[in-house]
């Protein structure tokens, strides 16, 4: 049997449970994901040679990283061919691209430095979405930046967000989309602080003097992620939850919920619904932690699906706005991107192919055996089908053979990297 022929049988399953997978299929081929830029690169960026710090980390060495913006490109358009779809790739700040000799430090950083990555998502008709990136950075002092109780770090970390707002209005003006662009600070303490409440204050305030500048709110969607620790910030981070739903919910910006930053046993999913319920838009940043908040390749796992389900039964496509935040430097990375990628638009697809209003409504009527049967029913449905289908039709390569690709590309490109 063809691919179609497959698909054409998984439909008639499909619709035996009211669930139209034509319809499913074409929602899915017009959703964009945020395509993280620094799986490519281990989070290295251009605009500095020192170490990456900030309480994140990437373990591995596999050869072939991206060393300047000429590869790191070129590994984007390779993972862009094996995944489904129209993204949009996500910078950071430290991916500036700068003339021979020139240097610019971050808080005098302007439009033209990213004009490179405008033509390149132009070029292939993606958007862009932008980040400031306080860490790998020697403003950052002692672990705090936008927090610290020297005016003068704040001031710097001010002026460096206050630029990329700039920057993302020229991104969305130039592709004509919106930017979303995330801020999220490392600070934080080791050990037990002696005043939580202080560089809580001296964040808010630096935030709102960031937000004070002139910016078009359609065009730059400010997103405020939090975290619960970093390595080296056990105890206390400053940006935690509470602080960035309640400053976002307070200033009219959006949470970013990233799932690694939460306790191990708290699920995003489950905040997903709440979260809706008092904002317009909130912002993703879709990972894996194993035992910690280790950023590892994103999988079609129970959690992605959970994430993945309530985006799409609460009909907030639109609404929650998915990036993908992992590094891992321990495999090929071309392959830890697509597999991520494609894994997330798996999610997507399994949502979009659950009969959600039956199930929906079998909760309401009290049927809960039924919803639990059901649930466990749908997940040897015919998926695989389906997704074959998509990939085929959009052609990009079916199943494993898009590491074929990948393979050859490491022969001819990524090995020859120093
Ligand atoms: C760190 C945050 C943050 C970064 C990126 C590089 O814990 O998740 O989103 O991963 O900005
Ligand atoms: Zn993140």
Not at 119 to 146: C, Q
Not at 397 to 409: A, G, I, N
Request: hydrophobic share 40%; net charge negative.
């Amino acid at each position: 049997m063809t691919i179609t022929e497959r698909f054409e049988d998984a439909k008639k399953r499909y619709a035996g449970m009211g669930v139209d997978a034509e319809k499913a299929v074409e929602t899915l081929r017009n959703y964009s994901i945020s395509m993280h830029c620094w799986q490519g690169d281990d989070v290295t960026g251009f605009d500095h040679e020192g170490p990456l710090t900030g309480g994140i980390q990437t373990t591995g060495n596999y050869p072939g990283k991206a060393r300047t913006p000429e590869e790191l490109m070129a590994d984007i358009d390779k993972v862009l061919s094996l995944v489904p779809g129209k993204h949009k790739i996500n910078l950071h700040a430290n991916y500036a691209i700068f003339e021979k000799g020139e240097f610019v430090d971050r808080d005098a950083l302007e439009p033209k430095h990213f004009a490179k990555w405008v033509e390149f998502a132009k070029e292939r008709g993606l958007g862009l979405d932008f980040n400031p990136t306080i860490f790998s950075h020697d403003m950052v002092k002692n672990n705090l930046s936008l927090s610290h109780p020297d005016q003068e770090v704040r001031d710097f970390w001010i002026r460096h967000c206050q630029a990329c707002i700039r920057i993302s209005q020229y991104f969305a003006e130039e592709l004509g989309q919106p930017c979303v662009m995330n801020i999220w600070i490392p600070d934080g303490y080791k050990d037990i602080p002696a005043d939580r409440m202080a560089p809580r204050a001296r964040f808010k305030d630096s935030l709102d003097r960031i937000l004070s500048i002139p910016y078009d709110k359609e065009k730059v969607l400010v997103c405020l992620e939090s975290k619960v620790f970093g390595i080296g910030m056990e105890s206390y981070t400053v940006g935690s939850s509470e602080f960035t739903v309640n400053y976002a919910a307070s200033r009219g910006i959006l949470p970013l919920m990233d799932n690694g930053h939460y306790h191990p046993t708290e699920v995003v999913s489950d905040k997903i619904s709440s979260m809706l319920l008092f904002f317009d838009q909130i912002a993703l940043h879709v990972t894996r932690p194993v035992r910690w908040d280790s950023d590892h390749v994103v999988l079609f796992d129970d959690e992605t699906r959970e994430i993945a389900k309530e985006i799409v039964r609460n009909n907030a496509l639109d609404r929650v706005k998915v990036g993908l935040d992992f590094f891992d430097a321990s495999i090929n990375r071309i392959a830890a991107w697509t597999i991520g990628m494609r894994n997330f638009q798996k999610a997507l697809l399994y949502a979009l192919l659950c009969p959600n209003e039956k199930l929906a409504n079998l909760q309401e009527e009290g049927k809960l055996t039924e919803v639990l049967m059901l649930q466990e029913e749908i997940k040897t449905c015919p998926f695989g089908d389906v997704w074959d289908y998509f990939c085929e039709s959009s052609q990009v390569p079916v199943r494993e053979t898009w590491y074929d690709e990948v393979k050859k590309y490491e022969e001819e490109v990524l090995v020859k990297r120093g």
